[in-house]
């Protein structure tokens, strides 16, 4: 389970937060590369995506596609994306 950005009552935050159920902790991973709340977050193919948000004056286009191997973030704009469609 991954818990990212969000707001902390005086700023939206970057940090991520990691579940592991076996050892029943939470780790800190590297945070994104801007502070931003009311974002959307997935998780496909391995990959952690956060989409959108908002960090404090302006919504966020671009979102972060974040690889739990290679541990960082890289910002991504869905022209970089192969888009499927699905019947």
Known sequence: ???CGG???SLRVRTVDVYDPVKDVWCTV???EARRST???AVLDGM???V???DGSTGLCPFL???SIQEFFRTTFL???KVYAFN
């Open 52 to 54: 959108g948000g908002f």
């Open 79 to 81: 022209t970089d994306l």
């Open 7 to 9: 707001f902390n009552g």
């Open 39 to 41: 974002l959307g977050a």
């Open 30 to 32: 590297q945070p994104m």
């Open 48 to 50: 952690l995506y956060a």
């Open 1 to 3: 389970m991954y818990v």
């Open 65 to 67: 596609r974040f690889s």
